[in-house]
């Protein structure tokens, strides 16, 4: 509830990616979109236990993302390892 606008905002980022991607590849530039989880951050101290064990229960890991973790994937995606990877979304 009360996030459409939100869910829009999202769904914009997304297609952005994937059409600037596709223009600007001739140019060999890469465009990816990281979307990332719940992840251990600040913006989760005033979560509370209950609060986290309820985002917990939606994540398929069974446990909120590690800054680190997210920050590998967009390492992996700047290097020359992923120069074939572009116009993609990475729901992390």
Known sequence: PSLGAYAVAKAGVIELTL?????VAKFNIRINAV???WTE????DNAGRKGRESMQKNIP????GHPSEVA???SFL?????SFITGTVHRI
């Open 35 to 37: 979307c990332p989880g």
């Open 19 to 23: 059409t600037a991607a596709i223009e």
């Open 41 to 44: 951050t600040a913006i989760l």
């Open 78 to 82: 700047a290097g020359n390892e992923s």
């Open 61 to 64: 890991m069974g446990r909120l």
């Open 72 to 74: 590998n994937l967009i």
